[in-house]
């Protein structure tokens, strides 16, 4: 009779499995040479240089840099950011560096907060100004990559920026990358060529090929555009707020 109650009730012989899991589990914990549990929070770092390139510009053509790394683990990083364009024709352009505490506050995305700093350099006398950055970094539905950020000068200046891309695969090697950026600006800035309001649109195409996945050669076109108050800033000052470039370069990473 007991043997038949066994066999036909489900619910003694749940009981009885979970009591054997139970003591096989205490079993376990007590034997020596146990592995340790596995660290799955280690730190890693890497370094991306999405545009080493040289622009054939309408006017002054240029070496056009934008590099980002990190360095932490998979809910906290220290990010670093470097761009900037230099004249290849004379002595002048401009740089940033960023440098930010970066959180995971969702899957596949960051929130970024700490410093920036530009300098521009040239014939007369280089200028520079510091910023407090918040922003977020991240992989939007449809697999775009977005970057807005909300920048504070030390004069209280605000602006803001937005950029996006697109990987865009013909094949595992041959890989279409459109671009967008824009820049905003709450008050005007006159001797960094800044106006209020819509200060520029940027728009991107490069074709790069994947020799390796960590070295990509590239050729492409990048056009930039000027509006509102900035524009007439560099009108004034005798610039195009127009510009179409032809671009060549590298994108590499490790």
């Not at 034997?31 to 999405?50: K, R, T």
């Not at 998979?74 to 440098?99: H, P, R, V, Y």
């Not at 939007?140 to 920026?161: H, K, T």
């Amino acid at each position: 009779m007991d043997n038949q109650l066994l066999t036909t009730s489900p619910s003694i012989r749940i009981v009885l499995g979970s009591f054997l899991i139970i003591i096989n589990s205490f079993a376990f914990a007590e034997e020596s040479g146990w592995p340790e549990p596995v660290e799955d929070n280690l730190s890693f770092g890497m370094i991306i240089v999405d545009q080493f390139e040289y622009r054939d510009n309408d006017g002054a053509d240029t070496l056009r840099w934008d590099m980002q790394g990190w360095y932490g683990t998979d809910t906290n990083k220290l990010w670093m950011k470097f761009e900037g364009d230099d004249q290849t024709s004379a002595n002048g352009g401009e740089l940033e560096l960023q440098a930010l505490y970066s959180r995971m506050i969702a899957p596949f995305w960051d929130l970024q907060v700490g410093l920036r700093y530009d300098r521009q350099y040239g014939s007369g006398p280089d200028q520079d100004r510091s910023f407090a950055v918040l922003g977020v970094q991240g992989l939007a539905p449809y697999r775009f990559e977005v970057e807005p950020a909300l920048f504070i000068s030390e004069d209280g200046d605000v602006s803001a920026r937005l950029v996006g891309t697109y990987d865009l695969l013909f094949s595992q090697r041959l890989i279409l990358q459109p671009r967008f950026e824009t820049n905003i600006a709450a008050s005007s800035v006159p001797r960094f060529g800044v106006g209020s309001g819509l200060n520029d649109v940027q728009l991107g195409l490069r074709l790069r090929y994947e020799v390796r996945r960590e070295f990509a050669p590239y050729i492409g076109v990048s056009w930039k555009r000027q509006y509102g108050d900035t524009a007439d800033l560099t009108r004034a000052e005798g610039g195009d707020v127009d510009n179409l470039a032809l671009v060549a370069g590298f994108r590499v990473w490790f």
